[in-house]
């Protein structure tokens, strides 16, 4: 069955800092990853995916994530973090089967400090 | 905007009661999801819709059931409403297809069970 865990629930980081939120994967068959973001009070909006091809897959503001087989990860990282990144991140893998279902990590708090 | 609208944003109820939570998808997409996101879960998978069929079946209650009707809305009733329910209730909508991948999700129904 597949999975992510996030291995951290709240990442606090300075303004201007680089930032890394982990993420693992189980998965039995093909992976499809994703990454997505939750502004307080606002549903999820995709900031990443990884279907196929180049390993490494980019945001429109400065995200980026690299798919690692090897060591089952998909790492967002961004060089330097805003106080508008501040939000909650979530990992997540496509489900297997006829499904296109996402499922989810448990997400991780960014908190952005001045 | 993801172009998924859930209806109503806020719902206040008591224990015992039955609610319904309404979802019209993007334009186009034949598939609806449903998710629950509390805090003690997370983001959890309740159930899939394809074209007005089941697809797909979650950690969903056997108090809770979904349709997708002829015109792709869908709707998740809640009936015996506990106070453990309260969470925030989750649409998303996708193409359908095999190599989709993304979700597109709305801002969700904040349910509160007193």
């Known amino acids: 069955a597949q999975s992510v865990t996030q291995l951290d629930s709240q990442v606090p980081v300075f303004e201007e800092a680089p930032v890394e939120l982990r993420c693992n994967y189980s998965?039995?068959?093909?992976?499809?990853l994703f990454w997505y973001v939750q502004y307080p009070n606002q549903g999820l909006q995709l900031l990443l995916k990884?279907?196929?091809?180049?390993?490494l897959v980019e945001s429109i503001n400065g995200f980026e994530a690299e798919f690692n087989k090897s060591q089952t990860s998909f790492h967002l990282r961004k060089p330097s973090v805003h106080i508008s990144d501040t939000a909650e991140y979530f990992c997540a893998v496509r489900g297997g089967g006829a499904t296109n279902k996402l499922i989810f990590g448990t997400g991780t708090l960014l908190a952005v400090q001045p | 905007d993801s172009g998924v609208t859930q209806t109503p944003k806020h719902l206040i109820t008591a224990t015992g009661q039955r609610v319904t939570l309404r979802c019209s998808p993007r334009?186009?997409?034949?598939?609806v999801y449903w998710y629950q996101q509390s805090l003690d879960q997370g983001l959890q998978f309740l159930i899939q819709y394809y074209n007005g069929e089941e697809r797909a079946k979650g950690n969903i209650l056997e108090r809770f059931s979904a349709q997708q009707f002829p015109d792709l809305h869908s709707e998740l009733n809640l009936s015996s409403l506990e106070l453990g329910d309260s969470a925030l209730y989750f649409c998303?909508?996708?193409?359908?297809?095999?190599?989709?991948?993304?979700?597109?999700f709305g801002e969700g129904s904040r349910l509160t069970v007193l």
């Open positions: 334009s186009g997409d034949l598939s």
């Open positions: 998303a909508s996708s193409a359908g297809g095999p190599n989709t991948g993304e979700l597109f």
């Open positions: 998965s039995s068959v093909s992976v499809y």
């Open positions: 990884y279907l196929s091809g180049s390993t």
